[in-house]
């Protein structure tokens, strides 16, 4: 049997793992993934004829062979959504985490205490995707204060749905499981030792990522090393897809001023009532920022916290700016190279 669509689950260094698009068997398929050879590069070609990185999450669009054996033609399809991190040292390209997300799951443990500025980088990250953030709070049955976590959580992430829950004991996995809607695809991210594996197996009722044991301190050891998509059934009867990914050690950030606007959309409102419009929320007179701040309804951190992400996103718009002038440069170098060599060559032979 032909299958014409497939999800990348899997990339390794030479290959691809893909699997059956809607491979929850109700596409006639075994749902057995199969192994597509990369090009020289690690790259596959996508519509158009350009050659791409893949990443897990992409569509491949095929004809030809059947689920268990590799297709003859084969072409990345566009993606509709990326979630993108910046490299560690930021000296290379920005990395896409995952492809073709609608949700973004933003995991944070309760034990040790939630950072509430990583969730803010990670909401941040999903906003720019395009994608919808729920944010995860884990390990409830570690700790006492859930309900004030999950408060103070809230106020970080306005208008983000957060959901606590123990994968250990299963409470709170039917809220999580509400808000996914079926052929949906997720995307599970946060810090190592997050228990983000944990959640997913919880999640699949199976242990089909590797986990560390929890450690004394609660962190846990990071053993998921590589992203992998999942076939993620739902309580009815329903389908999604499930991406986990390895623990961010740190999270680069790669956003646009549109996204940190979601994530700090009472800071933005704030900023629309200050009397001046250039204000730069210091010293002005009528300044709604720096008044909300003295009475204690804008805590500090976060502004300065919006304001570090808003330097980020500004740097990352002028490094995009500089990648695409670098490469037309050489793309005219490149032209130019080739346009002086079809002359001499027609020179030499009487052209």
């Keep these: ?16 793992l893909a699997l059956p698009d809607g491979g929850d068997g109700t596409d006639g398929s075994s749902g057995a993934p199969i192994a597509l050879p990369l090009r020289p590069g690690g790259l596959l070609r996508a519509a158009g004829g350009v050659e791409v990185a893949p990443a897990v999450g992409d569509r491949l669009i095929a004809t030809g062979g059947g689920p268990t054996t590799v297709p003859t033609q084969l072409v990345l ?3 509709t959504s990326e979630l993108v991190r910046d490299s560690v040292d930021r000296t290379s390209r920005p990395q896409v985490v995952a492809a073709n997300v609608d949700v973004v799951l933003v995991v944070e443990p309760l034990d040790p205490a939630p950072s509430v500025g990583r969730v803010e980088r990670l909401v941040t990250l999903a906003w720019r ?7 995860v709070l884990t390990k409830t049955d570690l700790v006492h204060d859930v309900e004030d976590w999950r408060t103070d959580v809230g106020r970080a992430a306005p208008g983000v749905v957060v959901v606590a829950l123990s994968a250990a004991t299963g409470e709170g996995l039917a809220e999580l499981l509400a808000h996914v809607e079926p052929g949906s695809s997720l995307v599970v991210v946060g810090r190592s030792g997050a228990g983000k594996s944990t959640l997913v197996n919880a999640l699949l009722g199976n242990e089909a990522m590797a986990t560390g044991e929890r450690r004394g301190d609660g962190k846990g050891r990071h053993t998921t090393t590589h992203r992998e998509l999942l076939r993620l059934r739902l309580p009815d009867g329903g389908a999604a897809w499930l991406i986990d990914t390895p623990g961010l050690r740190a999270v680069g950030l790669v956003a646009n001023p549109d996204a940190v606007g979601a994530t700090f959309a009472d800071v933005e409102e704030l900023t629309r009532d200050c009397r001046f419009t250039d204000c730069a929320h210091e010293r002005e007179p009528g300044c709604a920022v720096v008044a909300a701040i003295e009475d204690g309804s804008l805590p500090r951190r976060r502004f300065e916290s919006y304001r570090a992400q808003h330097r980020e996103a500004a740097y990352a718009e002028r490094r995009a700016d500089a990648r695409l002038a670098a490469d037309d440069g050489r793309d005219w170098r490149r032209r130019s190279i080739e346009k002086r060599q079809q002359r001499r060559f027609a020179e030499r032979n009487g052209g």
């Excluded at 669509?5 to 691809?16: E, G, K, L, M, N």
């Design 1 to 16: 049997m032909t299958i014409d669509s497939w999800r990348i689950s899997r990339v390794d260094r030479t290959r691809v």
């Design 77 to 79: 399809a566009p993606r």
């Design 129 to 135: 995707a395009g994608a919808r953030p729920v944010v």
